[in-house]
């Protein structure tokens, strides 16, 4: 059994249209400048300082090469593995950092995989998904249950595209291991949701196809350039 030195938890909660509405409305009536003054707020309390001290420490290795090699488990069915990929050559695209997908599981820092379940850590039914260090192998892991890998097909090729939310879980638990945390160490603060970023637990947009958000994209910077 791995042994976790840290779990972070996912719980992605979704709410009514209304709040969704409420949230949009909130914005059109702020100035740019506040706009991007909010979001830069935010983004300034996504970096969880102590999870990127340890990534960043040189005794611990992840990044001794001035890169951050990630392995996507080949057990992931293949549209939510190809997702998994496009979304880690989209985080390389923003940040000053090379990150690299490898083979080799071996020689990575971060593992990518889904699961069945999270027994192992005495988990409740209510966590989707779970970024931790295991101590076993002093990998990173970023991880979600198998039960939400859900398509939305479509109608006249029957091909699977990721649905939404399932991108969002998968994008949350990526960002964990690169050193993002909860909007200000709560995935439920109130005023943020997933318009504003991948790290919010208040899911209130079904329509965002794109789940790294500008101010996941700035805390992402502030840590790797």
Not at 5 to 27: I, P
Not at 76 to 86: E, G, H, L, M, V
Not at 102 to 118: A, Q
Not at 134 to 145: F, I, P, Q, R, Y
């Amino acid at each position: 059994m791995s042994r976790p030195m840290s779990l972070v938890c996912s719980n992605l909660s979704t709410e009514s249209n209304s709040l969704m509405q409420t949230s949009t409305m909130g914005d059109s009536l702020m100035s740019n400048q506040q706009v991007l003054s909010r979001k830069q707020n935010l983004a300034n309390n996504l970096v969880d300082k102590r999870w990127v001290s340890m990534m960043k420490n040189p005794a611990n290795g992840f990044v001794d090469d001035n890169k951050i090699d990630i392995h996507v488990s080949n057990n992931i069915s293949k549209p939510f593995k190809k997702y998994s990929k496009r979304i880690i050559r989209k985080i390389d695209d923003v940040t000053g950092i090379k990150i690299k997908i490898i083979n080799n599981v071996n020689k990575s820092d971060i593992i990518v995989e889904n699961v069945n379940n999270y027994d192992q850590f005495g988990m409740d039914d209510n966590v989707n998904g779970l970024a931790y260090l295991d101590l076993s192998n002093m990998k990173m892991k970023a991880t979600w249950l198998k039960v939400w890998n859900i398509c939305n097909y479509n109608s006249n090729k029957n091909k699977c595209k990721v649905w939404n939310y399932t991108k969002t879980l998968i994008t949350h638990e990526i960002l964990h291991t690169l050193g993002l945390s909860h909007p200000f160490g709560d995935g439920g603060t109130e005023g943020y949701d997933n318009t504003d970023t991948a790290m919010s637990y208040n899911f209130v947009d079904f329509s965002i196809n794109n789940p790294l958000r500008r101010a996941d994209v700035m805390a992402l910077q502030s840590i790797w350039g």
